[in-house]
């Protein structure tokens, strides 16, 4: 009997046509050839069959009895040394074949892969990379590397693979001719067309239009089982990669684990190490047909999205919160107020970031003098003396060479006068803060101070995506922030860029010459939440306020802040919901803050709908369990049934607090 790897290899080798040329050269490198290349690069664009390709060359190499590395570039971290670990077989195991597909999406690498990394490979191992794009002139143009990289162009399919491919698809004779004048020879389109065709859910009119291939996919998906299914796939199609657990999370009181299922065996679904994602092109079409056919719950899906990714970024390990980060606003990048400000694809070579060390505060300095001149790198002397771990520095990733820095200030309420006199900039920030919404005790500001990168000097570029990426997500999960800063010299540029994301204090302020402009926000009256479906969906914020000033989902926040320090009498004692009017009254505020927060969890049981509620609530912040899965388990509950009696439970007793506040009684 056969195993189903087998018999998933020879399905495989059956329905795939084409690509001899390929194969036939990869046939000869796993057997020896001295002749062969040691690394193929497959460049065509979206749907011409690379993944399709990579995975027929895996089952060659597996049969060969070769071991398989395989990475997906949507998936590589930032940090050179991630792709190393991940790819440690490729150096130390003989015969190993290192697969990455959607190489676009780490093209940085390049550099770094075949001037250090290559070169170090174990006997008889291959490389096989495939994206959209070719690789650099350097490398091809190496005479060391002739004979060992060969780059093969992927065409589209002729007409005679073409119809090989509807063949053993099973689309009916009479059916071929029109699937293959509207889809031509891409395999993509001719393997959505031929999934419809024997579903029985196409007409006879074919044309190779966008129009239509939208209807195709459409026609694809047909008649999903369930709206359940329909919202998964609306899932799917927002998100940068999706896993059960995001389902679960946003597809409350579903099958999750049916779901994800389903949304694997799709003909246009692939899977990574991360989860899965839809082909690009079937991605783009099932955005712009739930846009079409429902936009309302197209808006719906991404912001529940929105929230979740919200959720984790709060929870999150530091080391994940770039991330999680870089789902939330892969969310966004249709947004145009972001599409001024971020550069989403770019041609510079990518960076990533790390903490300054010491030993490159000279290279820092002279940056800054470089950029902004002797005053501004004096004041950056001044701060890497008094907040030196508010200092990051950009790398490229090919060479590791330092080519930004930025400083991320954190001011706390009282100033020291020391802060305030020295560096202009900092000063009129709080005289800002002060004249606008005071900062309180217990509370801060926050300030990008300096943005540094003299190759692209305060133009939207990588530096400042992920500057700003970093800013947002400390925002997200800072206690006591009050105002956030954004600094810039050329301040009229970015004043039109940053409309109606942050707002521009008409604070201008001079340094050595040269004037710079303050954009802010106040996080305390615009929580994180707020501002992000703001972004979505482009409406004005509303004025949500109680008696004590405070904005109903600043409240609601406070409100889970409260409970997850309630076992730290320290920073209990600053929450933010003790300046709301709930204990306005109280002789002893923060004891009488503890008895209303366990009234009202108690007082939950009273709603049918609260028993299980306030009993998650209970366990999850005042039982001592030193995790969700913990109390969970306290409970004898599943962790996603737990999960979602908590969020339940949040929700009434935010409620239940919010009337308290606003009407004196709950």
């Known amino acids: 009997m056969h195993s189903l790897g087998a018999r998933l290899n020879s399905a495989r080798a059956r329905s795939f046509v084409g690509r001899e040329v390929e194969l036939g050269c990869f046939g000869n490198a796993l057997r020896g050839d001295a ?105 091809t ?23 090989a491919l509807l063949e053993a698809a099973s689309v009916r004779p009479e059916r071929r001719d029109a699937v293959l004048r509207f889809a031509g020879g891409n395999p993509l389109a001719l393997t959505l067309a031929a999934a419809a065709d024997s579903a029985g859910r196409v007409g006879a009119e074919w044309t190779p239009s966008a129009e239509v291939l939208r209807t195709l996919v459409a026609g694809l998906v047909g008649e999903v089982p369930s709206a359940a299914h329909r919202r998964a796939l609306e899932v799917a199609a927002q998100a940068h990669s999706t896993t059960e657990e995001l389902l679960a999370a946003v597809l409350a009181d579903q099958d999750a684990s049916g779901l994800f299922q389903w949304l694997r065996e799709l003909p246009f679904i692939e899977s990574t190490p991360l989860g899965l994602y839809p082909h690009d092109a079937a991605r783009e079409t099932l955005m712009a047909d739930l846009r079409w056919r429902a936009p309302t719950a197209f808006q719906a899906m991404r912001q529940r999205l929105a929230e979740e990714y919200l959720r984790l970024l709060r929870e999150a390990r530091p080391e994940r919160v770039r991330a999680v980060t870089d789902d939330l606003f892969y969310l966004f990048r249709d947004v145009q107020k972001l599409q001024r400000t971020r550069v ?25 003098e470089q950029a902004e001149g002797t005053e501004s790198a004096e004041l950056v002397r001044y701060w890497l003396a008094r907040q030196p771990r508010g200092f990051s520095v950009f790398r490229l990733i090919s060479s590791g060479r330092i080519v930004a820095f930025t400083t991320r200030l954190v001011l706390p309420a009282p100033p020291e006068d020391a802060d305030i006199d020295r560096d202009p900039v900092v000063a009129a920030a709080w005289r800002y803060s002060q ?97 992000i479906r703001h972004l979505i969906d482009a409406t004005e914020m509303p004025p949500l306020s109680g008696p004590s000033g405070t904005p109903r989902p600043a409240f609601d ?110």
């Not at 989403?344 to 800054?368: I, K, N």
């Not at 570029?461 to 800063?485: C, K, P, T, W, Y």
């Not at 009234?599 to 609530?617: F, H, M, N, Q, S």
Request: net charge negative; aromatic share 10%; charged share 25%.
């Open 35 to 139: 002749d062969a290349p040691f690394v193929f690069w497959l460049v065509g664009p979206g749907g011409i069959g690379k993944s399709a390709l990579l995975r027929r060359l895996g089952d060659m190499a597996r049969a060969e009895g070769r071991g398989l590395v395989e990475l997906d570039g949507r998936f590589l971290g930032r940090d050179p040394a991630d792709f190393e670990d991940a790819a440690d077989a490729f150096v130390s195991v003989p015969g190993t074949v290192l697969f990455v597909d959607s190489f676009e999406h780490c093209q940085w690498l390049e550099t770094r892969l075949w001037q250090r990394f290559l070169p170090r490979a174990a006997p008889g191992a291959l490389v096989v990379l495939a994206g959209r794009l070719a690789p650099q002139p350097q490398w």
């Open 141 to 163: 143009a190496d005479p060391a590397w002739a004979g060992l990289l060969q780059v093969r162009e992927l065409r589209p399919l002729n007409g005679g693979e073409a119809g």
């Open 344 to 368: 989403w694809v770019s041609a510079e070579e990518d960076l990533y970031e790390e903490a300054l060390r010491e030993e490159d505060h000279s290279l820092v300095l002279s940056m800054a």
């Open 435 to 531: 004249e606008t919404a005071p900062v309180r005790q217990g509370e801060h500001i926050a300030m990008t101070r300096f943005s540094i990168y003299p190759e692209r000097y305060q133009i939207p570029s990588r530096v400042i995506d992920l500057s700003n990426s970093r800013v947002q997500a400390e925002a997200m999960r800072a206690r006591g922030r009050a105002h956030g800063f954004l600094v810039y010299h050329d301040h009229a540029a970015w004043a039109e860029r940053l409309q109606g994301v942050l707002a521009d204090s008409a604070v201008r302020c001079e340094v050595g010459g040269r004037e710079y402009g303050l954009f802010t926000i106040d996080w305390r009256k615009i929580p994180v939440e707020q501002w």
């Open 557 to 666: 926040q406070a409100v889970r802040e409260a409970l997850q320090l309630w076992r730290d009498p320290g920073t209990f004692a600053a929450c933010g919901l003790l300046r709301t009017r709930l204990v306005a009254d109280c002789d002893d505020p923060v004891q009488g803050l503890k008895d209303l927060l366990r009234e009202a969890v108690e007082a939950l049981a009273g709603d049918p709908r609260g028993v299980r509620a306030k009993e998650a609530l209970a366990a999850a912040f005042f039982s001592g369990a030193p995790t969700q899965e913990a109390a969970a388990r306290r409970l004898g509950l599943p962790y996603g049934t737990f999960r979602r009696h908590l969020r339940q439970g949040l929700d009434l007793l935010c409620a239940s607090l919010w009337e308290k506040e606003l009407y004196g009684t709950a």
